[in-house]
Nanobody, 123 residues
Framework: QVQLVESGGGLVQAGESLRLSCAASGRTFSNYVVGWFRQTPGKEREFVAAISWSGSMINYADSVKGRFTISRDNAQNTVYLQMNFLRPEDTAVYYC????????????????WGQGTQVTVSS
């Protein structure tokens, strides 16, 4: 079992930055792929970024490429999502999720989820 807790959300203006954190506890975190997803009311949860256990493989949604950076510190059991040049359309609840070993980009591939953190970008 892996427990995940997100933090770092908030209200910012367009063009500004935020860094989200996903703190993990439980099983050996370094063996898990971690992904970030986001969801707005009435829409399905969508993939944002994912990072392999070693950090050597990373995948981003096209909508965030060049603006968001995912990274991890296995010694601290934490994964980060640095979000730069934020846009109003980035407004959502952001969730981190974990799965065993293999990189994934769909909600159904991830077994463990955090409770989410709200990001609001004003224009």
């Amino acid at each position: 079992q892996v427990q995940l807790v997100e933090s770092g959300g908030g209200l910012v203006q367009a063009g500004e930055s935020l860094r989200l954190s996903c703190a993990a506890s439980g099983r050996t975190f370094s063996n898990y792929v971690v992904g970030w997803f986001r969801q707005t009311p009435g829409k399905e949860r969508e993939f944002v970024a994912a990072i392999s256990w070693s950090g050597s493989m990373i995948n981003y949604a096209d909508s965030v490429k060049g603006r968001f950076t995912i990274s991890r510190d296995n010694a601290q059991n934490t994964v980060y999502l640095q979000m730069n040049f934020l846009r109003p359309e980035d407004t959502a609840v952001y969730y981190c999720a974990a799965r065993w070993v293999v990189l994934g980009t769909t909600v159904g591939e991830y077994a463990y989820w955090g409770q989410g953190t709200q990001v609001t970008v004003s224009s």
